[in-house]
């Protein structure tokens, strides 16, 4: 293998790379992935989230829901 022939090896995956790169690193895209996990760990019950009057979702803290459910099994019982 001559310099040549390496030096066109190596070059092209880093093109390649950074098109992708260049590609998927839109801020939208980025803003539709992180949507759409967030939306399907709500669903499924792994966060929970709420959504404010400017559509804006937030993450509701562990604390605040564990506390929820000590109060609402101390009322139940």
Known sequence: MNV?????IAVLPMIAVYLAG???GRESFIEDV???L????????????ETDEDGEVELIPISEVVAK???EAKNYV
């Open 22 to 24: 260049k590609h998927w």
């Open 4 to 8: 040549y022939l390496h030096t066109i």
């Open 69 to 71: 459910s000590l109060r």
């Open 34 to 36: 992180v949507g759409n």
């Open 38 to 49: 967030i939306s399907k760990l709500d669903k499924d019950g792994f966060i929970r989230t």
